[in-house]
């Protein structure tokens, strides 16, 4: 019920402010709708179920607590995954890449760090040879001089 | 019936050159591995996938990537009998049977029902799509503008209607996933559309960074939270094929599996797995001894393992001939369609037969290589069930990021693609519905498209020629019950308790 009011909530929210810049983009009128007008009405019907949501909750929807959450490395993949789109052009697909996946492997999922370095490297090389030089992806180069995709 | 078997043999013929059957044999190979591996289901694997289709031939990408679908529905079942876990959705129910019959020794009979099942769920389903496709594909045809917009408000109801236990959650992805589908530049007017002034949300999010964001990162995410343990896995199994009794207790579930799966499947939002839900309860009522379901009752494994094979093929037919997908992976096979050149819709047949009939042939090859596969391969799957996710997990992340760089060799494609994956953790954990999401995506374009082009050739542009057409007044009127059949139920349930 509490997912249920706050996602509710969220979208009445959401489609007001939507449903605002959709009507700044030109309505036009019925017979010929303008480019505000489809995402106009879509807006307004994100509203109406978030309404639907906070009126009408289900109780028997709860979301599925675990009962040791690891927020730790929950937290620790996201910021890699989001660290990776800023260091993969600087540094490049290889170095970027190898650093992913030894930070996954090590700390994320807590395997021995030679293994994950082993891995790490494996893992980076081999989808380079496959992508960069076989397949041709323009892969970054960043710090390391092998151009990919050439 | 001879307008039907001259273009299946050409089918074949086309299907059969090595090209497309190398094609179709990777298809179902990756796909049994992907139903296999927890983690990585066929929606994020087609999407991966989709780019190194580019290359390929427009019929070859298409069995390829239909490949993948259907074999991960074979390859689903061994990970829920062998591990308690299942591969990909439809695999779920199989557990409750196939798990018990495993820890009793039986793995073997189990794993070979859900093949046979399979085998005769697909191989009945691609039989229907030829039958029926015709036939839909010619009525389709006489539809416009009023009427297309119709059939998608009804196909948008019914996904959000079937998509999971609350109608108001599901169809509040789908808005989302409609207006999702509307960033971009306007087609018609020209006019930037919620781009934030960027040059890369003028040609609107792409359905790949989307689709493998929610589905491959957002389950990664969900799963680095939630797990407790490696699984064990049970040593591989002998004596596959199904005894004499096994098969009498069978053949029932089977039949009525193969018309339940085909008759979901057509449905929009008929996913293979409601499919396989649905025939688990049916099997489970119509039972002699329904107590044995849940403590290994074969009857529990083949009805939903025929069923959600069936509803696999059943869901080309809507796709092949309206252009509607019905779940998220034909709405991905319906996005690789148009990357290639080809419309999905009532002219494919018509002006594509050679890519129509060569699928259709190439899933009833790929249905035979997958029985084929499936039994003798089984010791090399269990194998692979033995690799640890911990090992897997990072691997997956690697390739979905690659794949979503190669698409257009772009840093914001995998930016778009992490945000995504968060935005699937978040659907996944608080138990909403990423499908109906992406299907809207997919659909949103087509029906503004639609109901643009009817307002502007009505008389005085007047939602009134949406119900004054008999088609298009239909299916809206079918629609609009569907969306208030919450509140009839509500009242009748009301009124029920208060007459005591």
Redesign the interface.
């Known amino acids: 019920m509490f ?2 009011r706050i ?1 509710g909530i969220g ?1 009445i929210a959401g489609g007001i402010v ?1 449903a605002f ?1 959709s009507w700044k ?2 309505w036009g ?11 106009f009405l ?2 307004m ?2 509203s109406l ?2 309404g ?2 906070v009126f ?1 909750p ?1 109780p ?5 607590y ?6 730790g ?2 937290a620790m ?2 910021g890699t ?2 660290g ?2 800023f260091i ?2 600087p540094l490049g697909y290889l170095v970027a ?1 190898l650093l ?2 030894f930070v ?2 090590h700390w ?4 021995q760090w030679k293994g994950s370095l082993f ?1 790490a490297v494996l ?2 090389m081999i ?1 380079f040879l496959v ?1 960069g030089l076989w ?1 041709k ?4 180069p960043g710090i390391i001089p092998i151009r990919a ?1 050439s | 019936m001879p307008g039907i078997f001259e273009p299946l043999l050409n089918g074949f013929a086309i299907a059969m050159t090595p090209g497309n059957f190398l094609a179709g044999f990777l298809g179902v190979l990756i796909g049994t591995v992907i139903g296999i591996l927890p983690g990585l289901g066929p929606t994020a694997s087609i999407a991966l996938l989709l780019p190194a289709t580019i290359g390929m031939s427009p019929l070859s990408g298409i069995i390829m990537l239909a490949g993948i679908y259907y074999g991960a529905m074979y390859g689903g079942s061994t990970t829920s009998i062998l591990v308690n876990i299942p591969g990909e959705a439809a695999s779920v129910v199989t557990c409750i049977d196939g798990y018990q019959m495993a820890k009793q020794g039986r793995a073997g009979p189990a794993l070979g029902i859900s093949a046979f099942g399979s085998f005769i769920g697909g191989t009945f389903g691609v039989a229907a799509i030829m039958l029926i496709s015709p036939l839909l594909a010619e009525a389709a045809l006489k539809f416009g503008p009023p009427e297309r917009f119709g059939l998608f408000f009804f196909a948008f109801t019914l996904i959000g209607y079937l998509a999971g236990k609350s109608m108001a959650r599901g169809l509040l992805m789908g808005v989302l996933g409609l207006f999702l589908g509307a960033i971009g530049t306007d087609d018609i007017h020209g006019v930037d559309r919620f781009t934030l002034g960027t040059l890369y949300l003028r040609d609107g999010i792409g359905l790949v960074p989307l689709a493998m964001g929610l589905f491959g990162l957002g389950e990664i995410l969900y799963n680095i939270e939630q797990r407790e343990k490696e699984v064990s896995v049970m040593a591989t199994p002998k004596d596959l094929l199904p005894t004499r009794k096994d098969w009498r207790k069978s053949a029932w579930p089977i039949g009525r599996g193969t018309l339940l799966g085909l008759v979901i499947g057509i449905l929009p939002g008929g996913m293979p797995a409601v499919s396989s839900l649905i025939s688990y309860a049916v099997e489970k009522r119509v039972a002699k001894n329904p107590e044995e379901f849940g403590k290994g009752a074969i009857e529990g494994v083949a009805g939903p393992e025929t069923a959600n094979n069936a509803a696999t093929a059943g869901g080309f037919v809507p796709l092949l001939t309206l252009g509607i997908p019905t779940n998220s992976v034909l709405a991905l096979l319906l996005a690789a369609l148009m990357l290639h050149g080809v419309t999905p819709g009532p002219l494919l047949l018509f002006k594509y037969p050679e890519v129509f009939w060569g699928v259709i042939a190439s899933m009833y090859i790929g249905n035979i290589i997958l029985l084929i596969l499936n039994l003798p391969l089984i010791g090399l799957f269990v194998q692979i069930l033995k690799v640890p996710y911990s090992l897997l997990s990072p691997l997956i992340i690697m390739f979905v990021l690659l794949g979503a760089y190669a698409l257009n060799n772009s840093v914001t494609d995998v930016l778009v693609t992490v945000l995504f994956g968060l935005l699937g953790y978040i659907i996944k954990r608080y138990h909403f519905e990423p499908a109906p999401l992406v299907l809207a995506f997919v659909l949103g374009p087509m029906m503004e498209t639609s109901f643009r082009q009817s307002l502007i050739m009505s008389p005085a542009g007047s939602i009134a020629i949406f119900f004054s057409r008999p088609i298009s007044g239909t299916l809206l009127a079918i629609a609009i019950l569907v969306l208030f059949l919450p509140l009839i139920r509500r009242r009748l349930k009301a009124n029920f308790q208060t007459a005591g």
């Open positions: 997912v249920d996602a979208a939507l810049f983009l030109d009128n019925w017979k010929m709708p303008g480019p505000g007008a489809w995402p879509l807006a019907i994100i179920i978030g639907w949501l009408y289900q028997s929807i709860r979301p599925s675990p009962p040791h959450p690891r927020w490395k929950w993949a996201l995954l989001f990776y789109v993969l052009q890449t992913l996946l996954q492997l994320v999922e807590d395997r891995t893992g980076a989808s992508f397949l992806v323009m892969l970054p995709g």
